[in-house]
């Protein structure tokens, strides 16, 4: 004869698993929309200058993790220089970080030949990708408030319109 269980205890499990799936809710919830701190990392540009997150500070910053052999990446570049150049006067800064694996003379020849006009900075070691939270895939943007927080981070090309309302209201601030 098969074991029914008392449909007080069915009840009880019930309300159990709704609150245990409330409760993940509610922390997936406040883990993505709590600002968290950008890493403090210390960048090195194509031309072999440093500079670090601190620096940047006081400004919209935009990280952007990418890639020479991504075609995602090249295809929506011409909108990161579009984007850069819309708001850079308002006080974006603007980085583009080639992942380790990319030939750093593969990312050079990039850069001279599109002209970027932003900085880009080569992960050799894997580093700056490991310090932003283990980035794998590309590209991969964060955008930082001037306060030095994390507001957004897309994964794949951004839905520009979008990403300009968050630009235009992290500028405004």
């Known amino acids: 004869m098969p074991f ?3 449909t007080a205890n069915r009840t009880w499990i019930k309300l159990l698993a709704g609150a245990a799936a ?3 809710a509610a922390v997936a919830y406040f883990t993505l929309t709590a600002q968290q ?3 403090s990392v210390t960048f090195t540009s194509l031309d072999g200058q440093k500079f670090t997150s601190e620096s940047l500070k006081g400004r919209v910053v935009m ?3 990418w890639a020479t052999s991504c075609v995602t990446c090249v295809k929506e570049m011409p909108q990161m220089t579009e984007t850069y150049n819309k708001y850079k ?3 974006l800064e603007f980085v583009a970080v ?3 694996y990319d030939p750093p003379n593969y990312v050079l020849n990039y850069a001279q030949t599109r002209k970027l006009p932003f900085k880009v900075a080569l992960d050799t070691q894997g580093e700056l990708a490991r310090s932003f939270g283990d980035v ?3 590209p991969t943007t964060y955008v930082i408030d001037k306060e030095g927080k994390i507001i957004k981070r897309y994964v794949g090309e951004p839905e520009f319109s979008q990403l300009h309302k968050l630009l235009e209201k992290a500028l405004a601030a």
């Open 37 to 39: 701190a950008a890493p």
């Open 22 to 24: 409330l409760a993940v």
């Open 4 to 6: 029914i269980m008392p």
């Open 136 to 138: 794998k895939l590309t």
């Open 98 to 100: 080639a992942m380790s």
């Open 63 to 65: 990280v952007n993790f």
């Open 89 to 91: 006067d308002q006080g």
